[in-house]
């Protein structure tokens, strides 16, 4: 696939998945998985489950995924929540307040701090609505620039009144059905109210970051907060859509592109025996159930050190943390079509690149005009900066006893490896050895219509592709100890039962072939470049972060 032809694929990516507050960031590293390795969660997999938490919280910095700070998402969250340089501001809640907060509480998460019935009900509509929303996406985009009139009249006729239905009914289904008023009227109510009493609020979020209970330690002394992802089932059969990029699209794809980049592309031509990039794709939001994101749109808290910023809302954002990963996009069944000559040998004979199909690094060095974010070094130490000590002193003797850090359990890590030692290059690429694990039942959703059937689970064989362009070491990692095991369980039971699952979709519409024949004196000949079951990451979905903190100078501090 040439440079030019991918800068189009991933244009095309950037339509479908983008919206104005994330980007995508696209692998430059091939990140191609088993499917086994990516069930980590069933199967209760401690090398899967860490490999996958160490990739998607690391930091993203551009369009290219390389990522390059030292730092993982819960090291700066712990900053936030738990640094002795956060402050928090005074309010307090009427009891009136507190009991509309508790009520709205109560409708989305349990006493034991799991996301209710309802609001999983939510969640799973809102899953089919970006969907539906995706496909829809990707053909019209198929649909408004193809040449072919068959091609077109199908876009007008069939799948747009399909899709556009689908998008109603799904919409009006979940007013109905999946409780989108009532939820989305308790978070207002628990965002506002949760400002009125910051101390409470901030408590709640502590103890949803709990590292006694959240944070794993493995035998290799590496330190990380499980993630997974959501739906549990969005690499299973019936969660796949078709994503296709024709040859009419990838000229307007490229109109499209910045100017700049056009400039620098003047001289590359396409190849022009390509017709078609097919592939499937299922999206997945990214798992964290440690995390509150709602910690930096809130504006009751800061650093006392004015100047320091996890983003300054600007564009692109800089600070410690502008931007991080939200979802994953998976690819299978990777297809290029070609119209070859007769005279000479098939590229189709030549054995396939398997990994390599969605390797973007010459294209994302011209696709990348601007960074996406910039992100600044580590902030100055309190102690290499003696007027914010001093000041420092001052505001923590002022704290309630319930945030003072003197008070607040902090778990002493001086002899661990920290997980934002390890290199984020090495996660894709090291070996990791299967571990005998325990059996495990998939949970049952609820409600009627989103049930899963009872089914074991067993530990399989599975490894993290090692790119043949990558020399290291292998890492050889020990299953946890027994003391381990209790918590490793209720680990992947939290992710299992934070997860929603999605109901099967509905049938595309197929899609018929071109209708205009080959030219005389070539063939149509597909290249298959990925292996059957193997699943690859097309991309990560990274969400852009506001000003952050950006604190109300009306409150009182």
Known sequence: MDTTTQLALMTKAKKVFGNDNTFLSF??????????????????DYDDLKAFSLLVNSIPDGEAWLPTSDRALWDIYDDVLNGVETEVAWSARTDHEEEQYQT???????????DTAAYKRYKQYRDQLFVLQERYAAAKSTGETTADPALKNHWLTVEKPQLRQAIQQLETDWITDGYKHEVEQAQSVKARLGAKSPSLTWQEWQSHFNQDID???????????????SPMNAIDEG??????????????MLSEAPPKLKQRLAADLQDPDITS??????????????????????????????????????????????????????ARNIVVEKQVSTAKPSSAAKPSKTGHALQF????????????????????????????????????????????????????RPTQRSARSVNSAAIATAQVTPMQTQSLQAITMPK???????????????????????????????????????QLSEAFLRLQNAAIVRPTLPVTPIEPRPSKPAPQGTKTVQERLTQAGEICILAFICKLLPECPNPDPTLQW
Request: with cysteine.
């Open 27 to 44: 692998p430059v590293t091939p990140l191609a998985f088993a499917k086994e390795t990516l069930d980590f969660v069933s199967d209760m």
């Open 104 to 114: 709205a509480s109560q409708l989305l998460q349990t006493t034991a701090g799991e």
């Open 215 to 229: 944070q794993i330690t493995g035998t290799d002394n590496v330190q990380f907060f499980p993630s997974s992802f």
């Open 239 to 252: 969660a796949w859509q078709t994503f296709t990029l024709t040859a009419d699209e990838i000229p307007k």
């Open 277 to 330: 990039i097919t592939f499937e794709f299922s999206s997945a939001t990214v798992l964290r159930p440690w995390l509150d994101v709602d910690v930096f749109a809130a504006k009751f808290w800061r650093f006392l050190d004015q100047q320091k910023k996890l983003s300054d809302g600007q564009s692109p954002p800089a600070g410690g943390c502008p931007a991080y990963t939200t979802a994953v996009i998976f």
């Open 361 to 412: 690094p010459t294209a994302i060095q011209a696709l990348q005009v601007q960074p996406m974010v910039k992100l600044q070094p580590q902030y100055t130490t309190l102690k290499q900066n003696p007027l914010l000590q001093t000041q420092l002193t001052h505001k923590v003797a002022a704290l309630p006893v319930n945030l003072n850090p003197e008070h607040v359990q902090r778990r002493s």
């Open 448 to 486: 009627q219509g989103f049930q899963i059937s009872p089914k074991v689970f067993t530990a399989q064989s599975a490894n993290w592709r090692v790119s043949p362009t990558v020399k290291s070491e292998q890492a050889v990692t020990m299953p946890p100890t027994p003391s381990h095991s209790a």
